[in-house]
């Protein structure tokens, strides 16, 4: 741990897609690295890059790792958080007899919300990887408002064949009586049984110039994190919804805070937060399968498809094994 009377660092971290910076802050933990870490949400990174200046570190999708490598903005993944997608793939009991894998799923309606995002990315992986072409099945529904109720109508009028989704919508649709799980990526195990590797979600990503300039700022962070992910672990998600309730969570109600925070528990890391060569392969091949929608951000990160991208430069794994060292 860190003295008092070294400097401290100041650091400014992107938190959109996570709650476990959050919790680090709260408990002091980038305190005891000496970090003077400032946390930006999703509109103040927007802000931050329309001003021209770029994000040092950020806790998003390991496959933002991908997307930079052709949209100007590279990323380096020096931390796994969240081990698994946390995605299902449901299928209508109407039609569970005609699809009986993702081999069945061509030119049928798949609610999988939007093809550029991890959802529907994995979704059209599962169909490739089976022998179809990619885009061989038509997405439905993808619009955010009222998409609940829109897909349970779309079960029980039979115009949504197959759906994937993650919590808390898994669980509100097999209440429905109208699926069956079809393939199970909801934890680090199901999905290693499905796919044959982890599939990295939400990590600590830093620029590779700050990792190479700066590489004491980058370990003092994983190390902060890694802490937090220890702590949250011998936790509850109605104890970490309390340690949020003025700040990440302010304004939520006591129900739906717990939620938020219950949704992603399933997939946190179970202490290796390293990444695979064959889980940073995996995830470049998804994307290349991707037949990306014709959004602004579809478009950009369309053009990963034909890049030449090598899996190995998009994280390093040096930084968390030098952190087991230091902690354990």
């Known amino acids: 741990m860190a003295e008092s009377q070294e400097p401290r660092f100041a650091l400014r971290l992107g938190s959109k897609a996570s709650w476990l910076a959050y919790v680090a802050q709260e408990l002091k933990y980038f305190d005891d690295e000496n970090l003077d870490v400032t946390l930006l949400n999703k509109q103040q990174i927007k802000d931050l890059e329309a001003g021209g200046d770029h994000l040092e570190a950020q806790v998003n999708w390991f496959q933002h790792a991908v997307f930079g490598v052709v949209n100007g903005k590279p990323q380096l993944a020096v931390m796994v958080l969240h081990d698994s997608p946390g995605i299902t793939v449901m299928v209508a009991s109407s039609v569970k007899d005609q699809i009986q894998s993702a081999a069945d799923f061509a030119g049928r309606r798949i609610a999988e919300g939007a093809s ?127 340690l949020l309730a003025t700040t990440y969570l302010a304004g939520k109600e006591p129900a739906d805070a717990v939620q938020a925070i219950a949704k992603r528990w399933p997939t946190l890391s179970q202490g290796e937060y390293t990444i695979s060569p064959e889980s940073a392969q995996l995830i470049v091949d998804a994307i290349k399968a991707a037949p990306f929608d014709d959004s602004e951000s579809g478009h950009i990160r369309a053009k990963a498809k034909a890049a030449d991208i090598d899996p190995s430069t998009l994280y390093t794994n040096a930084f968390v094994e030098e952190s087991t060292s230091v902690l354990s």
């Not at 995002?117 to 099945?137: D, E, W």
């Not at 209440?175 to 195990?189: A, E, P």
Request: with cysteine.
């Open 116 to 242: 550029r995002s991890a959802k529907g990315i994995l979704t059209n992986y599962l169909a490739t990887r089976a022998g179809l072409p990619s885009g061989s099945y038509t997405p439905v529904l993808a619009q955010l408002d009222g998409r609940r109720e829109a897909v349970t109508k779309g079960l029980e009028d039979g115009t949504v064949d197959v759906l994937t989704f993650m919590e808390p919508m898994i669980s509100f649709m097999r209440d429905t009586g109208l699926v069956s799980t079809l393939y199970d990526c909801s934890t680090r195990d199901a999905t290693v049984a499905e796919l044959g590797a982890v599939w990295p979600a939400e990590s600590v990503l830093v620029t590779p110039e700050f990792a190479k300039e700066h590489p004491e700022i980058v370990q003092r962070l994983v190390n902060a994190m890694k802490r937090t992910l220890d702590y949250v672990r011998s936790s509850t998600a109605e104890g970490i919804a309390e």
